[in-house]
């Protein structure tokens, strides 16, 4: 079963030349939960997609991008 929700936060830091401890440090968590969220082993609350989406001067519907499934 596919994944709902993809993030695009390899992506988004690769523009700003940043690593995951540079997001992490401006989202204000651990580098194993951008770790761990970039990877899709855990999602976000919608809070913390919000930060994570602004550090990235970003909004959430790029950073983080729903996929319905199909019946």
Do not use: C
Not at 5 to 12: A, D, G, M, P, S
Not at 46 to 67: C, K
């Amino acid at each position: 079963m596919a994944r709902p929700v993809v993030n695009r936060l390899r992506e988004l830091r690769a523009r700003k030349r940043w690593t995951q401890a540079d997001l992490a440090k401006a989202a204000g968590v651990s580098r194993q939960a951008i770790n761990t969220i970039e990877n899709g082993k855990h999602d976000p609350s919608v809070t913390l997609a919000y930060r994570i989406a602004a550090a990235l001067d970003s909004n959430i519907e790029e950073a983080f991008v729903f996929t319905p499934e199909e019946n």
